[in-house]
């Protein structure tokens, strides 16, 4: 498997069919023992994952940028809206794997997205790991912001970073609601460290300029995360 088929997950999005839009759900939690809940999702991920129906599944620790200290995103990735929606919290499958979790911890949000800029998550396997630099923003001009992320991937690409994948949700649930989830992934911390150190630069200053007469920031947070699942796996 190539970084660039895991940086398709990083995205945490799929492509857009004809006949519907994709969609993301992500719970948000804090625990004092993220790696014990990171452990569960690994195990229980599959369980969970096929009872839904979901297409993807994941977890992330966020590093930086958190609300309180041991705060993660447990995530799936569904096919279109209904299937989102239809994928209950207290399916009586989950709700068995949710009793195997002994780490104490709060659910702080639980929350829906739609597909807004994204690729197709191919070639994952379970266990796979990526790291995002997330933001949360705001625009009064959505169309002319995406095509603006269209182009830092396709600079990212043209400069040595085409394992760099930049994506983009739409929050339709809670605070951020109307707000866009923006993400920009990377096969390691190391890698992502390496492209920030580029935003001053030629390639891609003139993109980030014009991004801020547009846009307005929210919220940012650094997360690592790791798959736990993936249909038929």
């Not at 309180?68 to 207290?90: C, M, Q, T």
């Not at 979790?101 to 949000?109: G, N, Y």
């Not at 800029?117 to 990526?130: W, Y």
Request: with cysteine; aromatic share 8%; net charge negative.
């Amino acid at each position: 498997m190539t970084y660039k088929t895991v940086l398709a997950a990083i995205a945490l999005t799929i492509t857009a069919q004809a006949s519907a839009t994709p969609a993301m759900s992500v719970v948000t939690i804090n625990t004092q023992d993220p790696i014990g809940y990171k452990e569960w999702a690994m195990e229980s991920g599959p369980t969970i994952g096929r009872a839904i129906d979901a297409t993807l599944g994941g977890v992330c620790i966020a590093d930086a940028g958190f609300n309180a200290p041991g705060e993660l995103y447990y995530w799936h990735l569904f096919r279109d809206h209904a299937s989102a929606l239809g994928a209950s919290v207290y399916n009586e499958t989950v709700q068995k794997e949710a009793n195997k979790l002994k780490a104490k911890r709060t659910v702080s949000e639980s929350d829906l997205l739609s597909l807004v800029v994204g690729e197709e998550p191919l070639g994952l396997e379970v266990g796979d790991t990526f790291s995002n630099w997330d933001l949360v923003i705001s625009t009064k001009d959505p169309a002319l912001y995406e095509q603006q992320l269209y182009r830092i991937n396709d600079a990212a690409s043209e400069n040595g970073f085409g394992d760099i994948t930049v994506s983009a949700q739409s929050y339709l649930t809670g605070e951020n609601v109307g707000n866009m989830l923006v993400q920009v992934s990377a096969p390691t911390t190391t890698r992502l460290g390496e492209f920030l150190d580029q935003i001053d630069s030629d390639w891609i200053a003139p993109i980030m300029a014009g991004l801020s007469g547009i846009r307005s920031y929210q919220r940012g947070f650094m997360i690592n995360c790791t798959v736990t699942y993936v249909p038929n796996k």
